[in-house]
């Protein structure tokens, strides 16, 4: 349609308010003409705008998903929006029929107001417009057009599509995490930055009633009102969100403001240790002022400052009431006057402005304070915001004169950077991490404004500003990202849902933009970036990305046919209901006769032997190269033995499947192989599927089953008595157990590869190619082999004088939750080690796995010579007839081997043993650079020798 996405502005439609409601009154020998019937078409297109509008609402009713281009060449220009249908904020309805092209890079606004180097916040709107079309003759008409004397014969109700750059702030939560709200108020002074928990619950104090506390929970569209016995005069919420501090005045008869401690799940009132006692602030009255933060340190969990006194007050934390009855002893002594107050997450610092613009740096453990290092001195400070930016911590100073936040390096004592603004800062929030954000509220001329900077790097990127309304009162959501948005308490539910209900009584709402809807939001915007759809990555901003959010800005209007669905899975889902009362107690039955006593059975014990360190990293890798390494190190059992009692570090030879008791354990010698396995699970994978079209190569996968050829190892098992030291809990055991790979596993006589390395190899090299050569999720990737791990546990244990393993000293072997071998202690009775196995009950299977890795860097160019030397796919129905064929491998082959193999000359294979010397080679990668090989040179080796 010609007029969807260029249609003149007069046509638009901004009258949203409704008129009575008029229509004909027909009867016989009435003239009509063209305004009666314009009159009959007003009346039902009315009724049906009032309908629409007030008995559904407005919003986007289905589809209208915004995507991004399916050319990546497209991506930083054109987004797609799909069909769908919406209802303006005027009652239009509008409806679209295919998918169209968007272009949002060259879209007028966008090109005009992004070439500032500003990260900017777009928004797709879709517009209601009317065309009028089918141009015809007028009859008896001296006002047609032109002078063809025509009109319009039909209006077409179509759309049009615009893009909003930096729009105002709207009532709208998003779909992000809420990090906090400034609080603006003429009617007390608990305003400024207010931190949200950890679960995104923000409290403070209703901006029009300083007797009133919220608890805002966004995420759940909730808000919970508790009344205060005081006017507030500060607030912090605890950051774990379970509780909320609140200062007030006296309350009558007391003359000195109090401490008030909530629950923010309910907002019941916590009572102090002591019953009876107040939490006050000494010599303070109604006329003080405070700020109050809270920490994560226990010393620390709530800080007070009085401002017209300087005193800092420090309340301890109590895990029943909060904090303790009573402040510490003796308060910090600060600057009187201290403005913006704000303290660090660990309760370690805390700041404020002092007199003449000081920021002060107060040191909460050591009770020093002193000026901040590293300010400009013609900053005029208003404002603070302390943050941890990777390893450093900084700190955030608004200078409202100078329009600028500096960022001080607190460590350094140095300046970071400077943010220009447009307007003079008020307040400022700072998330912490490795890629931090700051908000920043403005107001100049009574209006306000949000700008966010990305303090990832440094300079940071800056947003341009958006307005964030106007007036004395109000709340705004600082969400992640360095987005924002303004909150009407209306749109919340306060304490029963039907309380929204009953606001339809207070008017019938509005919205900013009348007759446009917007579907999507693309924030932080810098031109060229690529319009790409969610999920968002860490990298996008340094990959120039921004993402298409279809929730942020957007409003859903729910169909009546989604509302059933919604309601029939509430009423179907089987959730408990209340709990009803009690019923009257019935009369008591006669006695029955006593039963017989039964059999005491062998019950829990919790002092049972233990496994209470392993050798490996449950879960963890080992790279097949240090597998080797160790276990064909090793000479005999004795070696093994030896190695086991001299240490503990792996590194130094310590066979790695070794199992560590606290108790002196055995079995019959005979049984060792059948209670200590160990096995190889490896994925088979081939070249399966459809060629690609880039190359004709096919991709390789998994057909959905293991190897034909996966073996339970074979070992020899070692006993060694203790004392002995854990390798990662630092513990006395008292004997071990270690299951020795026969060094044929990895090496045969004759110098060649042995068939098991060559398993494991070959198996981790095809999951390797298939990994690269067909992108999958993570979980759904090819498995490097593992060696799973199996100790049955019920056939060891402390034995009598005959050898017998005692009933109640058998192993208690199981693997809870896979603690065993963590440097952690295990709660509960249970007795033996830090953590030990075990559930209490004899016996019981240990499992545990690791995954061996062919090596940790394999190029593209290992992956081809391996499946080379391999045979290639065939490998994998016969590597015992490839193996038997196999190259000699240059990291094993002697001088005598070297010397026999066609086409090496004494020179190279010279070179090649002096560098292995040093190291075994990696790759072919790190052969050729080693030994500066020529092309012709790497072929001959690749094609003579097993390089991996």
Not at 299 to 304: D, G, K, M, S
Not at 473 to 497: E, M, T
Not at 613 to 629: P, R
Not at 848 to 876: C, K, N, Q, Y
Request: charged share 20%; net charge negative; aromatic share 6%.
């Amino acid at each position: 349609m010609g007029c969807q996405q260029d249609h003149p502005d007069h046509q638009t439609c901004t009258e949203c308010e409704f008129d009575p409601f008029v229509r004909n009154h027909f009867f016989t020998g009435k003239m009509m003409g063209a305004g009666e019937f314009i009159t009959e078409s007003r009346y039902q297109a009315e009724k049906m705008r009032h309908h629409n509008l007030r008995l559904h609402g407005w919003g986007v009713v289905c589809g209208l998903r915004v995507r991004q281009h399916p050319s990546p060449d497209c991506r930083s220009r054109y987004v797609l929006v799909d069909p769908g249908s919406a209802l303006d904020c005027c009652g239009h309805e509008i409806l679209v029929t295919r998918q169209e092209i968007l272009d949002v890079g060259q879209h007028p606004l966008v090109k005009q107001k992004t070439a500032d180097g500003l990260l900017h916040a777009l928004q797709v709107a879709l517009c209601y417009r009317e065309c009028p079309t089918e141009e015809v003759p007028v009859l008896y008409d001296e006002c047609g057009c032109d002078d063809t004397q025509c009109a319009p014969n039909r209006i077409l109700e179509s759309f049009s599509y615009d893009v909003l750059v930096d729009p105002p702030l709207s009532f709208d939560f998003g779909a992000g995490a809420t990090l906090g709200a400034f609080v603006l108020s003429d009617l007390h002074g608990v305003t400024g930055p207010m931190r949200a928990s950890a679960a995104g619950k923000v409290a403070l104090i209703d901006p029009g009633n300083a007797r009133q506390a919220w608890v805002l929970d966004p995420a759940h569209r909730s808000l919970l009102g508790l009344d205060l016995p005081a006017p507030a005069r500060a607030l912090a919420m605890a950051p774990d969100g379970v509780r909320f501090f609140v200062v007030t005045d006296p309350v009558a008869p007391g003359t000195l403001c109090e401490v008030h401690v909530y629950l923010t799940a309910d907002g019941a009132e916590v009572a102090p240790l002591v019953a009876g006692t107040v939490r006050t602030l000494p010599g303070t009255t109604a006329n003080s002022t405070f700020a109050a933060a809270a920490s994560s340190a226990a010393a620390r969990r709530l800080l007070v400052l009085d401002r017209g006194a300087g005193r800092l007050y420090l309340w301890a934390e109590d895990a029943t009431a909060g904090i303790q009855d009573a402040a510490g002893a003796a308060p910090i002594a600060v600057a009187v006057g201290g403005q913006s107050f704000s303290a660090t997450g660990d309760g370690a610092f805390a700041f404020a402005i002092g007199a003449g613009g000081v920021v002060q740096v107060i040191d909460c453990a050591a009770g020093t304070v002193a000026p901040l290092a590293g300010l400009p001195a013609s900053a005029k400070p208003n404002a603070l915001a302390p943050f941890v930016r990777g390893a450093d911590a900084m700190l955030a100073v608004a200078s409202g004169d100078e329009h600028r936040v500096y960022l001080v390096d607190r460590g350094a004592a140095t300046l970071a950077a400077t943010l220009d603004l447009a307007h003079p800062p008020v307040f400022l929030h700072a998330s912490s991490g490795a890629a931090p954000w700051l908000t920043v509220y403005e107001e100049e001329a009574g209006h306000a404004h949000v700008q966010s900077a990305a303090l990832a790097t440094l300079p940071p990127l800056v947003s341009a500003p958006r307005r964030a309304g106007s007036g004395p009162r109000r709340i705004v959501l600082v969400q992640a990202d360095g987005q924002a948005s303004l909150l009407d308490p209306a749109q919340l539910a306060q304490g029963d849902c039907a309380s929204l209900l009953c606001r339809q009584i207070d008017d019938c709402g509005g919205c900013d933009t009348p007759d446009c809807v917007v579907l999507a939001t693309l924030a932080n915007y810098l031109p060229p970036m690529q319009m790409l759809d969610l999920p968002a990555q860490d990298d996008d901003r340094a990959k120039q990305i921004t993402r298409i959010d279809n929730r942020r800005g957007r409003r859903v209007l729910a169909s009546t046919a989604t509302l059933q669905a919604w309601l029939e899975c509430l009423q179907l889902k089987n959730a408990p209901g209340r709990d009803g009362t009690n019923g009257t107690n019935g009369t008591n039955g006669t006695d029955g006769r006593p039963g017989r006593d039964g059999v005491d059975g062998l019950g829990l014990d919790a002092n049972l032997p233990k496994i209470i360190d392993i050798g490996w990293v449950h879960g963890g890798m080992v790279s097949l190269q240090a597998l080797d390494t160790l276990y064909t190190g090793i000479k005999d059992l004795d070696d093994a033995r030896r190695r086991i009692a001299q240490g503990a570090d792996p590194r130094g030879g310590v066979p790695l499947f070794t199992l560590y008791f606290n108790r002196a354990v055995t079995t019959n010698p005979r049984w060792w192989r059948q209670i200590f396995n160990l096995r190889v699970e490896a994925p088979l994978a081939l070249p399966i599927g459809a060629p690609a079209p880039q190359n004709n190569q096919r991709p390789w996968l998994s057909p959905g089953f293991y190897w034909p050829l996966d073996f339970k190892l074979y070992g020899d098992i070692a006993e060694v008595p203790g004392p002995l030291t854990t390798p990662h809990t630092n513990e006395q055991a008292a004997c071990a157990v270690s299951f020795i790979l026969r060094r044929e596993f990895f090496v045969l006589d004759n110098n060649k590869r042995g068939y098991g390395y060559m398993y494991l190899l070959l198996a981790g090299l095809l999951a390797r190619v298939a990994n690269q050569t067909h992108q999958l999720p993570e979980e759904q990737q090819v498995e490097q082999p593992q060696l799973c791990i199996e100790f049955k546990s019920a056939f060891v244990g402390v034995t009598d004088a005959a050898g017998r393993i005692l009933q109640t000293g058998v192993v208690d072997g199981d693997n809870i939750g896979g603690r065993v071998g963590l440097n952690e202690a295990r709660g509960g009775p249970i007795l033996g080690g830090l953590n030990p196995s075990g559930n209490l009950t004899q016996g019981g299977t240990f499992e545990s796995w690791i995954t061996v890795g062919a090596s940790d860097r394999l190029g593209e160019a290992d992956l081809t010579h391996g499946l080379r030397a391999f045979g290639g796919a065939p490998m994998a129905q016969g590597f015992m007839a490839a193996g038997a064929a196999m190259p000699p491998s240059a990291n094993l082959v002697s001088a005598e081997q070297l010397g026999a193999v066609p086409g090496i000359q004494a020179a190279l294979a010279k070179r090649l043993l002096a560098e292995r010397a040093r190291a075994p080679f990696a790759g072919v990668e790190d052969l050729r650079q080693r030994l500066k090989l020529d092309e012709r040179e790497l072929t001959l080796l690749t094609d003579r020798l097993l390089i991996i």
